[in-house]
């Protein structure tokens, strides 16, 4: 088998995204279950201290998901009721619950139409007394502008917490996502670059933030299980605060230690896929495709395109007429301050870029084992569905002046 295999059941001949395993995965696995030792232990250790490496960062703390470690780092730095959080609306749900989470309040920032990521002359807009950190998304795996956005912070006394669960393998200004900002937050779900099914990374060089994450993962205990377990004494533990159970289990790291040691493999086949949609798609005037500023090295965790000319309507029935020739699509991000559970959110400014984003976008498949044969489909798919919408909405619109 190379490659992810595709579930068994009902699914679309080319899905949006598929993790891509092999033996490796597997025999790793196999040999963290034989050891008996499967819950953070020494292969959750090992994972950290490359994560680490790859990224530049000092430390590296994994946990259950992209969404408790944001969750984490906001209350290690004591982030919590009456303070604001400055966030993008154009990102998942995950991004703001994380705020809500800490009794914090999200204040929502548009995005720059070209990138969908955070635009940095907003931040300094939506900043009030009450606000303690800034949260710039790298959308889609897309970094934000983060020396701008660590400028803004540095000179208003702010935390920058990098929400890159997408962000595995890109790089900014030359230098892999996740060491810039306070810390930054990575994702391990199947829809990622890295996937160990479930999991989370937070990155930072701040050894003293490291510490108390390592301490609030694990239910505040002082003396983690690995350390108890090589020492050569009796060690009882002590529980300064009250923590989480926010650990990784070793089967998910050992999952995580192959896809890490893949990642240069997986970025040069999307990168690959990502050259042959612009080259299949560039013609098309009704269509805008992604396009990394020259600064970035983009990990195309998505493909994003944003359908000009039309709004969610087109954008819907493309993505129907997709689905229904068994290519699997998604609208392209969501605008959370839409969602009826953020309907009273806090808005620092106009959204206008925000919602014509999340309007006109879908996601095209794309992931490491899309073959050629497969990705002209979606291309040839993609194509028809695209004239179809348009000329419907041209006969909506005559329709409309008759
Ligand atoms: C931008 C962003 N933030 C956070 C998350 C949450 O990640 P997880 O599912 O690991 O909690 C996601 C997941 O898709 C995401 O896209």
Known sequence: MTGGKRPTGHQPSVPVALPSFDDAEVRLVAEVIR??????????????????DYVGAKEAVAVTSATTALFLVLHARGIGPGDEVIVPSLSYIATANAVVHVGATPVFVDVDPATFNIDPERIEEAITPRTKAILPVDQLGMPADMDRIVEIAKRRGLFVLEDAACAAGSRYKGEPVGARADAACFSFHPRKVIVTGEGGMITTNDEELANKLRLLRHQ????SDLERHKADRMITEEYPVIGYNFRLSDVHAAIGIVQLGKLEEFLAKRRAIAARYEAALGDLETVELPQPPPEVDHNYQSYIVRLRAGGRDERDAVLEELRRHGVSSRRGLMAIHRESCYRDARLGGSLENTEAATDQTLLLPIYADLTPEDQDYVVQRFRSALDAALVQRDANSRRAID
Do not use: L
């Open 220 to 223: 505040g205990m002082s003396v």
């Open 35 to 52: 050891s008996g030792w499967v819950t953070q232990g020494p292969k959750v250790a090992a994972f950290e201290t490359q994560f680490a």
